[in-house]
Each structure stands twice: as structure tokens, then as C-alpha cells.
């Protein structure tokens, strides 16, 4: 004899089956609250997030190619020059354009058809903005710099505590500007606070 017994009628148990599928609106509603407020949480700090990494991706380019151009000067002996150029060719003034390396044989801060260009950067990120006060940047045979200079890397936004300052001595040194008062905006050798504009 069986010791369990099942007696189902198929009106309750269609019923049952139509009342158990699909959401409320009440459930519906507290998942779409849930969802806003990890959103509006979650979004700017993953703006943030996307913010430093293009600055610091921006920053580590410029550093390479001004490190390769001093190294270049000392192993070959010779003057090399970093400099903005659209064309890839002719140095001008906006640094946000292409950037060229090359041998500086006449020491004119152009590029001669003659003079071999030995490394290049595209146009930097729209999203990032980069500022100099330097035409070029030149390196002689010993490493040394013509003149100390400096390179700016900003967001769009212009927000302060993006900025980043990438300083070349007359020595030839490189180096990256830091928050020393830790009050979220990094400053330059002198402290003054780092502005976008």
C-alpha cells in the first residue's frame, strides 16, 4: 500500500501556476530604486576612475618620449629636440597635436629633411588637454637641457585635481609634480596648486 498520497486537482493546481508568474509592481519598483541609487553611486567615481587613467596614460606617454630624447642625445652624441608638430614634421606651438623626436644636427629647433625623425605621438585624448610654454624641448650631447621647461597634462573638464606637471631640468631630470599637502591638487616645484586654465 502506497503511504503517500497525492490528490491534485488540475483546477488548483492551473490556478496556482498563473498567480506564481511574473513581478509586481511593487517588486518591480524596489528593483528600479535599487538600481538608481547604485547608479548614481556607482557612476562618478567610475568617471573618476576613467579621468586618472587617461591622465596617467597621457602622462607616461610624454615621459617616455622626453626620457627616450635625452637618452637618445647622450648615446648618439648628439642634440635631439622634442617638439609638437602636425605635420610630423615642422615644430609649432600646440603641444595637444603630434609630437616628434629628432637629431638636431644644425641646432635650429627644426626639423630638416636631412635630420632623421626617431620616434613620434600621435594627437593626444580630446579628453585630455596638454600645455607648454616651450616651443621644444632640446637635449645636448651631455643630457643637459637648453632650458628648463615644462608640460601641463589637464582634463577637458579643466578639474584641478586631474592636473599633472611633468618638469625637465637643466640637468636633464624628469619629474612628475605631487600632492605634498594632501589637499587633492598636486602643485609645482615652487607649491603653487596646479590650475587647468
Given at each position: 500500500?502506497?503511504?503517500?498520497?497525492?490528490?491534485?486537482?488540475?483546477?488548483?493546481y492551473?490556478?496556482?501556476?498563473?498567480?506564481?508568474?511574473?513581478?509586481?509592481?511593487?517588486?518591480?519598483?524596489?528593483?528600479?530604486?535599487?538600481l538608481?541609487i547604485?547608479?548614481?553611486?556607482?557612476?562618478?567615481?567610475?568617471m573618476?576612475?576613467?579621468?586618472?587613467?587617461?591622465?596617467?596614460?597621457?602622462?607616461?606617454?610624454?615621459?617616455?618620449?622626453?626620457?627616450?630624447?635625452?637618452?637618445?642625445?647622450?648615446?648618439?652624441?648628439?642634440?635631439t629636440?622634442i617638439?609638437?608638430?602636425?605635420?610630423?614634421?615642422?615644430?609649432?606651438?600646440?603641444?595637444?597635436?603630434?609630437?616628434?623626436?629628432?637629431?638636431?644636427?644644425?641646432?635650429?629647433?627644426?626639423?630638416?629633411?636631412?635630420?632623421?625623425?626617431?620616434?613620434?605621438?600621435?594627437?593626444?585624448?580630446?579628453?585630455?588637454?596638454?600645455f607648454?610654454?616651450?616651443?621644444a624641448?632640446?637635449?645636448?650631447?651631455?643630457?643637459?637641457?637648453?632650458?628648463?621647461?615644462?608640460?601641463r597634462?589637464c582634463?577637458?573638464?579643466?578639474?584641478?585635481?586631474?592636473?599633472?606637471?611633468?618638469?625637465?631640468?637643466?640637468?636633464?631630470?624628469?619629474?612628475?609634480s605631487k600632492?605634498?599637502?594632501?589637499?587633492?591638487?598636486?602643485?609645482?616645484?615652487?607649491?603653487?596648486?596646479l590650475s587647468?586654465?
Amino acid at each position: 500500500m502506497n503511504k503517500y498520497k497525492f490528490n491534485v486537482n488540475s483546477n488548483n493546481y492551473q490556478n496556482s501556476r498563473l498567480r506564481q508568474q511574473g513581478t509586481t509592481l511593487v517588486e518591480l519598483m524596489i528593483v528600479v530604486g535599487i538600481l538608481a541609487i547604485l547608479g548614481t553611486l556607482g557612476v562618478p567615481s567610475f568617471m573618476s576612475i576613467v579621468t586618472k587613467a587617461r591622465i596617467t596614460s597621457e602622462t607616461n606617454k610624454i615621459s617616455g618620449l622626453i626620457r627616450y630624447a635625452r637618452f637618445t642625445a647622450i648615446e648618439q652624441e648628439r642634440s635631439t629636440v622634442i617638439c609638437p608638430a602636425a605635420d610630423y614634421s615642422t615644430c609649432d606651438n600646440d603641444w595637444n597635436g603630434p609630437k616628434i623626436v629628432f637629431i638636431d644636427s644644425n641646432y635650429n629647433n627644426q626639423r630638416e629633411p636631412q635630420e632623421p625623425m626617431l620616434m613620434s605621438l600621435p594627437k593626444n585624448n580630446e579628453a585630455n588637454q596638454i600645455f607648454s610654454r616651450n616651443k621644444a624641448i632640446k637635449f645636448y650631447q651631455s643630457g643637459i637641457t637648453a632650458s628648463p621647461a615644462s608640460v601641463r597634462i589637464c582634463p577637458s573638464s579643466n578639474d584641478e585635481k586631474y592636473a599633472r606637471l611633468l618638469t625637465v631640468s637643466l640637468q636633464g631630470k624628469i619629474k612628475l609634480s605631487k600632492d605634498k599637502n594632501n589637499d587633492g591638487v598636486h602643485e609645482n616645484s615652487a607649491g603653487a596648486a596646479l590650475s587647468c586654465i
